[in-house]
C-alpha cells in the first residue's frame, strides 16, 4: 500500500483512554433510501472512560481479555474492539496482531458510545503499536464502516454531527458538570430506530442557531427525538427522568439511552439514588485525551 507509513513497532501500549460522549440534542430530520436515518446532534466527550491496554503479537493473533469479566462470564466473541483490530490488520495487510486488555466503565446499552470509542481508541492505539499510519481519509472511512459513531471520536473534540454521523465539524464548548444516570435496564438501538412512532421530520437546525444560546445555555437547546419512543419501551429511564425533576434539573436521554443526564450546579450535593442505577458526575473534555495521535 503506497500511501501506509510504517515505521518500527511498539512492544505495548498501556492505559489508552476511551472517553464516553453525551448527545446535547439528537433531531432526526429524514431517512434515506437505504433505511438509515439522518441526523443533526452535538456530541459532547466527558471524563467517564473505558482504559484499554495493548501488548504486540508477531504471531498475527488478535485477543482480547476482559478485565472486569467475573468468573464464569463468557467473554464477548466479537465486539468492536476485536473488529477495529481485524480491519485495521486487513486494511494495512500487516502481518503483526495484539492482546487487547479492556477495563470496561462506560455501560452498554446507555447510548454514551462505549463501543464505539473503544474502537476508535483501538485504531489509534495500534497505528503506534504496529508502526503503521493510514491516510486521515482512510482511517475515517474504516472507522465508518464499523459505526455511525466511530468516526466522531477520532475527531478529537466535541462535535456538531450530521448526515449519518459521518458529517463533523469540530466545535468548543462552555466548561460544565453533569449528572449522568444509567439505569439497570438497557435498549436496543434498533427498536426505537424501526419504530413506526418516531419523528423523523425536524426542522434543520444550523450551527450558528445552537451557537447563538451562549452563557452556557446550549446545553438546553433542541431535545433528542428518539426520547419520546424510547420513554414507552423503558420506564426505569422514566424514573430516572422523573428523579433528576425531583433535584430541580433539567434531564435529557443521551442517544437511544437509556442512560440521562442534566447539567448541574458546581456546588450540588446529590441525593441518594435507587441501588441499581450507575450514577456518576461528569465534566466535559477540553479534547479527546488521544488528540494528535
Same mark, same amino acid.
Given at each position: 500500500?503506497?500511501? =501506509? ?7 505495548? =501500549? ?10 446535547? %440534542?439528537?433531531?432526526? +430530520? ?6 438509515? /436515518?439522518? =441526523?443533526? @446532534? ?22 482480547? &481479555? ?22 485495521? #490488520? ?8 495484539? /492482546?487487547? @486488555? ?5 455501560? !452498554? ?22 508502526? =503503521? ?13 464499523? *459505526? ?10 466535541? $462535535? ?11 466545535? &468548543?464548548?462552555? $466548561? ?12 436496543? &438501538?434498533?427498536?426505537?430506530?424501526? @419504530? ?7 426542522? +434543520?437546525?444550523?450551527?450558528?442557531? %445552537? ?27 422514566? #424514573? !430516572?427522568?422523573?428523579?433528576? +425533576? ?9 442517544? @437511544? ?5 442534566? #447539567? ?6 446529590? !441525593? ?14 477540553? $479534547?479527546?485525551?488521544?488528540? *494528535?495521535?
Amino acid at each position: 500500500m503506497s500511501d =501506509l507509513t510504517v515505521r518500527a513497532p511498539l512492544k505495548a =501500549l498501556y492505559d489508552v483512554p476511551a472517553p464516553a460522549k453525551l448527545n446535547l %440534542f439528537l433531531h432526526i +430530520t429524514g431517512r434515506r433510501a437505504d433505511a438509515y /436515518h439522518l =441526523l443533526q @446532534s452535538v456530541f459532547m466527550l466527558i471524563d467517564w472512560c473505558d482504559t484499554l491496554h495493548f501488548e504486540l503479537r508477531r504471531d498475527g493473533v488478535i485477543s482480547r &481479555t476482559d478485565l472486569g469479566m467475573t468468573v464464569n462470564q463468557d467473554l464477548p466473541a466479537e465486539d468492536l474492539s476485536v473488529r477495529a483490530a481485524r480491519a485495521l #490488520q486487513a486494511a494495512t495487510g500487516t502481518t503483526l496482531g495484539v /492482546h487487547i @486488555s479492556l477495563e470496561k466503565r462506560i455501560p !452498554s446499552q446507555a447510548g454514551m458510545g462505549g463501543g464505539s470509542s473503544d474502537a476508535a481508541s483501538c485504531l489509534l492505539a495500534l497505528q503506534r503499536l504496529w508502526g =503503521l499510519r493510514l491516510p486521515p481519509a482512510k482511517l475515517m472511512a474504516l472507522a465508518l464502516s464499523l *459505526g455511525a459513531d466511530v468516526p466522531f471520536f477520532l475527531c478529537g473534540s466535541h $462535535a456538531w454531527v450530521e448526515g449519518i454521523g459521518e458529517l463533523i465539524t469540530p466545535i &468548543t464548548l462552555p $466548561a460544565a458538570r453533569f449528572l449522568v444516570i444509567k439505569p439497570a435496564a438497557g435498549l436496543s &438501538t434498533q427498536a426505537i430506530f424501526s @419504530s413506526p412512532e418516531l419523528k423523523r421530520d425536524t426542522k +434543520t437546525a444550523t450551527m450558528l442557531g %445552537f451557537a447563538a444560546n451562549d452563557n452556557g445555555r446550549v446545553y438546553g437547546f433542541g431535545r433528542n427525538d428518539l426520547q419520546p419512543v424510547a420513554e414507552k419501551l423503558c420506564p426505569p429511564m422514566v #424514573q !430516572s427522568l422523573n428523579w433528576l +425533576t425531583e433535584q430541580g434539573l433539567q434531564g435529557r436521554m443521551t442517544g @437511544s439511552g437509556s442512560a440521562v443526564f442534566a #447539567q448541574m450546579p458546581n456546588e450540588m450535593m446529590v !441525593s441518594d439514588a435507587p441501588g441499581d442505577w450507575q450514577i456518576r458526575q461528569c465534566g466535559n473534555l477540553e $479534547a479527546h485525551p488521544l488528540a *494528535g495521535w
